[in-house]
T-cell receptor, first 115, second 115 residues
């Protein structure tokens, strides 16, 4: 069964500090991995999409890594800001030949940035 | 562009009532999706559409129906509401020209309570 596990479930850090969120998956065959940011009361917003051949991808202060051999990904946030407080969701797509389904969503890591 | 819009934002239904959740996008995306998000759980796909007139079931379609008469609109119909349908519902859209690394755009969500 395709699964996406995220850790930690929740995390509290001080403003300005760095943090790393983890994602392990058992999805096969793998197509791509996404990280979404979901602010409270809002829909998810895409941060990065990584394919099999991409090891690292950055989006501002967000850097995602992917190890397709160990089926692990991480999202590193540098110099955290209060606006980074949100849930971060890891999503893995199975290769289905199409594009409409095959997404497995993790439960998310709830990140709180304290001033 | 307004992106993906959803109405209503909140709704309380009595058991057995019916309602339609509205979703519209102005990005000319061919793919549209409905997800539900339960507390502490990952998003689950209810239904999706790859274009006007074409819909298909996702992971949790029971108790729901959809239609796609235009590219822009993708309403979700709840018949005979049950407490198990209490959730936050997200509509999303994407454009895919056959590749799988498409970016999804989510609406702000509809919070539904069935009592």
């Amino acid at each position: 069964k395709n699964q996406v596990e995220q850790s930690p479930q929740s995390l509290i850090i001080l403003e300005g500090k760095n943090c790393t969120l983890q994602c392990n998956y058992t999805v096969s065959p793998f197509s791509n991995l996404r990280w979404y940011k979901q602010d409270t009361g809002r829909g998810p917003v895409s941060l990065t999409i990584m394919t099999f051949s991409e090891n690292t991808k950055s989006n501002g202060r967000y850097t995602a890594t992917l190890d397709a051999d160990t089926k692990q990904s991480s999202l590193h946030i540098t110099a955290s800001q209060l606006s980074d407080s949100a849930s971060y969701i890891c999503v893995v797509k199975v290769y289905s030949g199409g594009g409409a389904d095959g997404l497995t969503f993790g439960k998310g890591t709830h990140l709180i940035i304290q001033p | 562009n307004a992106g993906v819009t959803q109405t209503p934002k909140f709704r309380i239904l009595k058991i057995g009532q019916s309602m339609t959740l509205q979703c519209a996008q102005d990005m000319n995306h061919n793919y549209m999706y409905w997800y539900r998000q339960d507390p502490g759980m990952g998003l689950k796909l209810i239904y999706y559409s790859v274009g006007a007139g074409i819909t298909d079931k996702g992971e949790v379609p029971n108790g729901y129906n959809v239609s796609r008469s235009t590219t822009e609109d993708f309403p979700l119909r709840l018949e005979l509401a049950a407490p198990s349908q209490t959730s936050v519902y997200f509509c999303a859209s994407s454009y895919s020209a056959g590749g799988s690394s498409y970016e999804q755009y989510f609406g702000p969500g509809t919070r539904l309570t069935v009592t």
